[in-house]
């Protein structure tokens, strides 16, 4: 687990190291960098690394790491899980291997089979290969993004331009190399405002792309191209098979895969918020631990906390399946100095943080001091369907045969009438029918993306000023969710969508917030439920498997109740966040009266102070649930003082 930074330009050596400071959090071992010789355009290709040691971790996993014959150079972030074996076959083949390093196997598996490796490799990973003699430079980012990648790219035609490319693991290191300059880019803000995130390849950085998921970035000499390497696919569903069978292929699969993402050269844990997704993982892990006790880390909330908020909490349960599992457990609970937190926050995540930022990275750091590797349940909800979303949009799909005239003026009155951020026992039911109620009249597309959208296109117009509404008027924050919908047209309603959340939601918020938060505090995390063999099972497995009535990821809960007590398989979601709600009333309204006043707004110059100012007043009078829009606000003025500013 590394950070990987380099650019091609005449004079790397005075920008690479500024590069590799802004990211020495991603690792402390080790740094190193290499320089090619000058080509004939004067310019030079330089690799950066800075190394979190895991898998040999002696000097010999050094990086940037060369091929043999020199031909190929190659800097990699990540781990890939199943080396040994491809080092085998690699050695059969007449490859001498002088480390026990997945990154020289990762060499040679190029140089045996070029691009065609990468659907060899089953891992988390964003690498950067330079192929010295075809003088070509590849991005290539992992299957579903568990690790990020970005780049920024100067086509040739611009006269002056300082470099060709630049890439890194983090905007922070792009922009610490002092060749881009930090600017807003309005269409990633106007898809921002939207859904909390911004859908790849965008950033809100002008000028500043993600590699997506599952695709590699090739440069040679002026041309650049992106081209995709892997997909997955629902067209083999497997029907016919008892439910007896797919839960024998979910316990092997899940123990399968653990297995293979256990494997490090340093200690390693899990995380345990006592759901269904950690449990079982830390439940697999025991497997194969050699009776060695897990080190399992669970965060808890503050009851007063919890007033205004929709999740209970985890303790209750992460201490039933620590009892069940004699795990060696650490509990943390939840008393940041949220407002130093979320400056620190809005740092390492190079954009406005989701409020699971905050337990991520406190977690994280109480866990980096005695675990180098963190097992994860991330990635459980997308493949087996774990999201209330899912089950409301079969509920709504009821009121279908409801005339569209009918539909959706009672929609609306009952939106209308319900109160949304009020503390006590019914907060979470009104808040969640009033979100249903807002969506559930709409067709499938757009009632989905309704119960993925904080801002809608009519409250963005009145919250923009004028210049901004021009600027984003022919926009469509939801155009890429809408080819991912269109490539899933095939597939049955549920699996378009967890096929389109794979696709968004997943990497641009969940996976990217894992990454940076852990990251900060030097620790890696793995997240088993996103290995490919699970993601090839799931693919194939009836809908009906996923979500069974109302109950979700029912084959999971299924297979797993062999694993763990049935109250703990069967308790209610409750999700992994902070109790913003609270926090806006408590220990951030100083803040939010600062950073969101009038003078401020009207200063910023992008949206209209009293709008701005009725958000903030209808949250707090409980009147409308807010919450969220004014959290990502508030994130959203700190991020351009750290970043833009």
């Not at 990251?519 to 498997?545: I, K, Y």
């Amino acid at each position: 687990m590394c950070g990987i930074a380099g650019l091609i330009t005449q004079d790397p050596e005075a920008h690479i190291r500024p590069m590799l400071k802004a990211i020495e959090h991603r690792g402390r071992d080790d740094e190193g960098v290499w320089t090619s010789p000058v080509d004939a355009e004067g310019c030079r290709v330089c690799f950066g690394h800075r190394r979190l040691s895991i898998i040999d971790t002696s000097s010999a996993g050094h990086q940037p790491m060369l091929s043999h014959d020199g031909r190929l150079v190659v800097i990699l972030n990540g781990e890939i899980y199943n080396y040994r074996e491809l080092r085998e076959e690699l050695a059969a083949k007449g490859h001498d291997f002088r480390t026990q390093s997945d990154t020289e196997v990762l060499l040679a598996a190029w140089a045996e089979w070029g691009e065609e490796s990468l659907l060899r490799l089953n891992g988390m990973f964003a690498f950067a290969l330079w192929d010295n003699p075809e003088r070509t430079l590849f991005l290539v980012r992992d299957r579903v993004g568990i690790k990020p990648l970005y780049y920024a790219y100067q086509k040739p035609h611009r006269e002056g331009r300082h470099f060709s490319l630049v890439f890194a693991s983090e905007i922070k290191s792009i922009l610490g190399g002092g060749l881009v300059k930090a600017q807003l880019d309005h269409e990633s803000l106007h898809q921002f405002l939207t859904f909390l995130w911004v859908p790849d390849p965008n950033t809100l950085f002008q000028g500043i792309k993600t590699v997506p998921p599952g695709h590699v970035v090739t440069l040679r000499g002026n041309e650049l191209k992106v081209r995709q390497w892997w997909d997955i696919s629902f067209d083999q569903i497997e029907e016919g098979r008892s439910e007896a069978w797919w839960q024998e292929q979910v316990l092997e699969t899940l123990d399968r895969v653990v297995k293979l993402e256990m494997v490090a050269d340093v200690p390693l844990g899990s995380f345990l918020s006592g759901g269904i997704d950690s449990s079982s993982i830390v439940a697999m892990m025991k497997h194969h631990s050699n009776g060695r006790r897990i080190g399992t880390y669970t965060i808890g909330i503050e009851a007063e906390d919890l007033r205004y908020d929709i999740i209970p909490d985890d303790v209750q349960w992460a201490r039933r399946v620590n009892q069940q599992l004699d795990t060696d457990y650490h509990e943390i609970m939840l008393k940041p100095e949220v407002t130093e937190l979320l400056p620190k926050l809005v740092f390492h995540m190079d954009e406005p943080p989701i409020d699971m930022a905050i337990p991520n990275y406190l977690v994280s750091k109480a866990a980096r001091e005695s675990m180098r590797v963190m097992l994860s349940g991330m990635g459980g909800d997308e493949v087996f369907a774990g999201y209330p979303r899912q089950m409301a949009m079969k509920i709504a799909s009821a009121f279908d045969p409801v005339p569209r005239l009918l539909r959706r003026p009672l929609m609306k009155t009952i939106d209308s009438v319900l109160p949304g951020g009020k503390p006590g026992r019914l907060t979470a039911p009104l808040r969640n029918a009033k979100k249903f109620a807002r969506s559930a009249a709409l067709d499938f597309e757009d009632r989905y993306l309704g119960f993925g959208t904080y801002f809608t296109d009519e409250a963005k117009a009145r919250l923009y000023r004028e210049d901004l509404r021009a600027a984003t008027r022919e926009l469509d924050a939801y155009a890429t969710h809408r080819q991912y919908f269109a490539r899933a047209a095939n597939s049955s309603p549920l699996n378009q969508m967890l096929y389109v959340d794979l696709k968004t939601f997943l990497p641009c918020l969940n996976l990217i917030t894992t990454d940076k938060t852990s990251m900060a505090a030097n620790l890696e995390v793995r997240v088993p439920f996103l290995n490919q063999e699970m993601l090839a099972l799931t693919a194939r497995m009836p809908p009906d498997l996923k979500l069974r009535g109302l109950k979700r990821k029912y084959i999971l809960k299924r297979a797993a109740e062999k694993l763990l007590p049935r109250e703990v398989v069967w308790r209610k979601k409750a999700g992994f966040g902070a109790p913003i709600r609270s926090w806006l009333r408590g220990p951030l309204r100083p803040m939010v009266e600062d950073l969101l006043s009038e003078e401020t707004i009207t200063r910023r110059g992008l949206f209209r102070a009293d709008e701005v100012r009725r958000i903030v007043n209808a949250n707090l009078s409980g009147r409308e649930d807010y919450n969220l829009q004014v959290f990502q606000l508030l994130n959203l003025e700190l991020w351009q003082r750290a970043f833009i500013d």
